[in-house]
T-cell receptor, first 112, second 116 residues
């Protein structure tokens, strides 16, 4: 079963605007990761945030983590048409077997 | 350097036939994962290898599914007596270590399986 749920399921914006995607999860985690998937391709790792971190930046990406609310957000600033893709959050739980459990994804469309 | 390589990229098979999917991980990556992705869906965990042992096979959907790995290299996912519901993209990923999965996963482009 999937641990994470992304919101919204689909997002359509214009170039230059910011895009915010949210992820909620159910159980205590060790870390949370965001991945991007272009159509017909594999996933590409974007950023990892550990459970003791609250915010992390990488270029135009900003990720926040609120463990009390069991949620994370991914912000892409000054979006470009090339950012069009599906974005997935994935969690690693604190107990049990260590594997990445993926959410359902947000499909982002950035129009020129 | 080379990334994760999967073959074939596309496979069309008739219901009831067996298929074998191959994954070549990045050299030196000890952990290897198989996921399944149905059209428009998220990723469903199938199996994980640490070296050539598989600590967790709980994600395999049925006993028609099996996987093996040779040392810390090639892995094959075999689906016997394929059914139409097996149609999906099968993604393989590898990582440097499986320690709480703090190493990013590197994914191949997947094998698109269509069962007719």
């Amino acid at each position: 079963s999937q641990q994470g749920e992304e919101d919204p399921q689909a997002l359509s914006i214009q170039e230059g605007e910011n895009a915010t995607m949210n992820c909620s999860y159910k159980t205590s985690i060790n870390n949370l990761q965001w991945y991007r998937q272009n159509s017909g391709r594999g996933l590409v790792h974007l950023i990892l945030i550990r459970s003791n971190e609250r915010e992390k930046h990488s270029g135009r990406l900003r990720v926040t983590l609120d463990t009390s609310k069991k949620s994370s957000s991914l912000l892409i600033t000054a979006s470009r048409a090339a950012d069009t893709a599906s974005y997935f959050c994935a969690t690693v739980m604190n107990t049990g077997f260590q594997k990445l459990v993926f959410g359902t994804g947000t499909r982002l469309l950035v129009s020129p | 350097g080379a990334g994760v390589s999967q073959s074939p990229s596309n496979k069309v098979t008739e219901k009831g036939k067996d298929v074998e999917l191959r994954c070549d991980p990045i050299s030196g990556h000890t952990a290897l994962y198989w996921y399944r992705q149905r059209l428009g869906q998220g990723l469903e965990f199938l199996i994980y290898f640490q070296g050539n042992s598989a600590p967790d096979k709980s994600g395999l959907p049925s006993d028609r599914f099996s996987a093996e790995r040779t040392g810390e290299s090639v892995s094959t996912l075999t689906i016997q007596r394929t059914q139409q519901e097996d149609s999906a993209v099968y993604l393989c990923a590898s990582s440097l270590s499986s320690d709480r999965v703090t190493s990013p996963l590197h994914f191949g482009n997947g094998t698109r399986l269509t069962v007719t």
